[in-house]
């Protein structure tokens, strides 16, 4: 059973960092595809960033790119989501995502992911 749990969320001021981290207690943590979405207040959930089994694949929103750094660490079943230069636009709750067992896409459209956390909360203040 896929449970995950974020961390990480609080209020920072803008050009400050952040480091989200989100833990699978399922124990097959390794052989999922790893993701993070953002829900802006009011807005539609959407991609931020991705990764593949073993951290070799990444995909980013051009939104974040350069700025934020996906990773895992297979052996204590977490991926992170390193955010730098934050900006207000960024504030948000994110989730933390995994796909099916077996799927290998770092897919974008939040409909091909099965598994959600329960979101963590990231203010930035301007």
């Known amino acids: 059973q896929v449970q995950l749990v974020e961390s990480g969320g609080r209020l920072v001021q803008a050009g400050g960092s952040l480091r989200l981290s989100c833990r699978d207690s399922g124990g097959t943590f390794s052989s999922r595809v790893m993701g993070w979405f953002r829900q802006p207040a009011g807005k539609e959930r959407e991609f931020v960033a991705s990764i593949n089994f073993v951290g070799g694949s990444t995909d980013y929103s051009d939104s974040v790119r350069g700025r934020f750094t996906i990773s895992r660490d297979n052996a204590k079943s977490t991926q992170y989501l390193q955010m730098n230069s934050l900006q207000p636009e960024d504030t948000a709750v994110y989730y933390c995502?995994?796909?099916?067992?077996?799927?290998?896409?770092?897919?974008?459209?939040?409909?091909?992911?099965?598994?959600w956390g329960q979101g963590t909360q990231v203010t930035v203040s301007s």
């Open positions: 995502a995994a796909r099916q067992a077996g799927d290998w896409g770092l897919e974008r459209d939040s409909k091909e992911w099965h598994y």
